[in-house]
């Protein structure tokens, strides 16, 4: 989730807008301090509610990624852990706080985090294969045969299954289907789109808008299928001032994802930014349905049938002046 920049402008919490405004800066603790107030004083609307909690996991991450980067792994680890708090059912922060673990010798804990990653996303293969070494190196063999039997598993899943769906394709003369799945066999590398993928995000953080685009870039030509990457990809081209390329990002993320209101919120405030006004206001009209107290859209709508009236108007005024 990453809402485009004049999104947080439009949004009515103080307190939220605040934090946003210190995440954005590096500030993750001045960031932490305002959404707990947000969350612990003020009776949120559910979309206010969803962005808290969403830039809480998020300023705890980039706080544990510091400390990564300097060699504190202790703080690290209890960064995500409190991250964890927040977000139980997030997979990747079991990942990796589970691989933090291993690094520091506590594989006891490890095993218990990376389990609870390849529960919570049984398909996840860097997560078993982080946790068959795990158990391999605490010396538990019989565990670390059942975990590298899983990883073999899915290491043949992710070649063989759309291996055999792009003979389909040959088999039925769909030549674009068959090149799209021998790619996915053998071009796409997990290991690959993870490293650009999150260096792409933590890149759009500092603000470092062509590196991370660049990254992004990468991670959608290795695994087209991820609806996150190309709403990612969307807010850095809009905020490069790159709004044709964006809509087409947000286009394919919500293609992708029906469901993806985030992406569907940044679509529309870019066709208002495009000038494409119907558009944009039948796009924001959507988010309202499933979405009714987001104040972001109401705001962004009035403003938009403000400028149509006044259009309109001056149309009018135009017309009766060549009469």
Not at 31 to 57: G, H, N, P, Q, V
Not at 183 to 198: G, N, S, V
Not at 242 to 270: C, I, Q, W
Not at 307 to 321: D, I, M, V, Y
Request: hydrophobic letters at 40%.
């Amino acid at each position: 989730m990453r809402l485009l920049q004049e999104i947080r402008t439009r949004l009515g919490n103080y307190h939220i807008k605040s934090a946003m405004f210190h995440y954005y800066r590096g500030e993750y603790s001045q960031a932490l301090d305002y959404l707990d107030r947000a969350l612990s004083t003020e009776k949120l609307c559910s979309f206010d509610e969803s962005i808290a909690r969403y830039y809480m996991a998020q300023a705890h991450v980039s706080a544990a990624e510091r400390h990564e980067d300097q060699g504190d792994l202790d703080k690290s680890i209890e960064e995500y852990q409190r991250a964890i708090a927040g977000h139980p059912d997030y997979p990747d922060l079991h990942f990796r706080l589970g691989r933090l673990q291993q690094a520091v010798g506590s594989l006891d804990e490890a095993a218990e985090s990376l389990k609870a990653a390849v529960t919570a996303h049984p398909d996840y293969y860097e997560a078993h294969l982080a946790l068959a070494f795990c158990l391999l190196e605490s010396g538990d063999l019989a565990g670390a045969e059942t975990a590298f039997r899983r990883v073999h598993e899915l290491a043949m899943a992710t070649v063989t299954d759309p291996y055999e769906r792009a003979r389909e394709a040959l088999a039925s003369g769909d030549a674009g289907g068959a090149e799209t799945w021998f790619k996915e066999a053998f071009i796409r590398h997990p290991h690959r789109f993870d490293y650009h993928f999150k260096r792409g995000l933590k890149l759009l953080r500092k603000n470092q808008l062509d590196e991370a685009i660049e990254h992004l870039q990468q991670a959608v030509a290795i695994n087209s299928k991820f609806a996150d990457v190309y709403n990612y990809l969307g807010v850095a081209l809009v905020e490069r001032e790159r709004a044709v390329e964006a809509e087409e990002a947000f286009r394919k993320s919500v293609e992708l994802n029906p469901d993806y209101m985030v992406a569907h919120l940044n679509l529309g405030f870019t066709l208002g930014h495009l000038g494409r006004r119907r558009e944009a206001i039948e796009q924001l009209r959507f988010v309202l349905e499933k979405e009714p107290t987001n104040e972001a859209v109401r705001s962004k709508l009035t403003e938009l049938a403000a400028e149509a009236e006044t259009s309109r108007k001056n149309g009018e005024s135009a017309a009766r002046h060549e009469r």
